[in-house]
């Protein structure tokens, strides 16, 4: 039984009548009696009584009509869902993201998408970045979002592209000694408490991988908690134990508020220079496998919004290099970032 077969069938079923359902289908009478007979000899059946010059459907034909006619509606269903998928009218989007992307830097980026294309579902799945990368790599998500660094086990299986940056910023409470400070110099990060992130965070990783820049081995700090979230994080430190190294995007009311301060850390080379901690949000695809639709218009939305905040931090760039900043060193405007 074929859907051609069961086209000319309903297409009899309706007009009872071969030359009309041959006419309908724009083929040839002799192709509609050899669909039916074929039909009728495959299952040991009559499908129509030949009456005279006229046909009649048999109960045998009126049970096929039924299942026939729903069949060849799922298959039209089918096709349309197809076409759909293929124009990005509906489908769905699997993503992976560390928790600080997924919290603080995706939810926008995700609502435009949404907005852009309001039937495609996305799946957003947030765990470290250690978890993330396993996950791209293994085919769990069409695309993960991190900071942090790939394992070396994992770089063949997963293409690794910049897709914008965060700034991690030391932050104290306002019970710490540093609080009245806006600048510390990198010895003095020694000598205070820390609050940190679980090994396999992508905010560790940067904030190790400077540590080692500076000198300083991670051990070296007198680590007093670990903890598994970075609200969990601030949230301790704004209460007034230690210092933390912490995502820019997620302390910005703290800041304003003054519960937190950012403490800038100078370093001597040559001349005094600020520390930058920038970490990149990285998006992963495994290297092989398919892609669908809406995993490449969302990569096409992130990398489009990735030039243009290019452009838009070149061109203050060169405003600020114009014009400088007066308040850059002044402690009682605001809390410079550590980036």
Wanted: hydrophobic fraction near 40%.
């Amino acid at each position: 039984m074929t859907f051609e077969q069961l086209r000319i069938f309903l297409a009899v079923a309706e007009h009872l009548h071969f030359t009309r359902a041959a006419e309908e289908l724009y083929i040839t009478q002799p192709a509609v009696s050899a669909a039916i007979s074929t039909l009728e000899k495959e299952y040991g059946i009559r499908l129509f009584h030949r009456v005279g010059r006229h046909i009649e459907i048999t109960e045998a034909g009126k049970l096929l009509e039924a299942e026939a006619q729903k069949i060849l509606d799922q298959v039209v269903l089918t096709e349309r869902g197809l076409r759909e998928l293929n124009s990005l009218q509906r489908g769905e989007l699997r993503l992976g993201s560390s928790l600080t992307v997924g919290n603080y830097w995706l939810p926008k980026r995700i609502t435009q998408f949404k907005q852009e294309y309001p039937g495609i579902v996305v799946n957003c799945t947030l765990a470290n970045a250690e978890e993330i990368c396993e996950g791209t790599a293994s085919g769990l998500f069409d695309l993960g979002l991190v900071n942090g660094e790939v394992k070396p086990t994992l770089r063949n299986l997963l293409e690794q592209e910049e897709v914008g940056i965060d700034r991690l910023q030391i932050v104290v409470g306002k019970t710490h000694p540093w609080y009245s400070r806006s600048k510390i110099e990198v010895e003095e990060l020694l000598t205070t408490q820390w609050v940190m992130r679980e090994p396999g965070s992508g905010v560790q990783q940067v904030f190790e991988q400077t540590l080692e820049r500076l000198g300083i081995k991670p051990f070296q700090l007198n680590v007093v908690l670990v903890l598994t979230s970075s609200e969990m994080v601030r949230s301790v430190v704004e209460g007034g134990i230690g210092a933390a190294a912490i995502s820019a995007l997620m302390v910005q009311k703290e800041l304003q508020l003054g519960t937190l301060r950012a403490i800038a850390v100078t370093q001597q080379e040559g001349s005094l220079t600020t520390l930058d901690i920038v970490q990149p949000v990285w998006k992963l695809k495994h290297r092989e496998r398919f892609q669908s639709r809406a995993a490449v218009a969302f990569e096409q939305m992130l990398m489009n919004q990735t030039a243009q905040e290019d452009a838009a931090a070149e061109d203050a760039a060169v405003e600020g290099s114009a014009v400088g900043d007066p308040t850059l060193d002044d402690p009682a405007v605001g809390n410079p970032a550590l980036c």
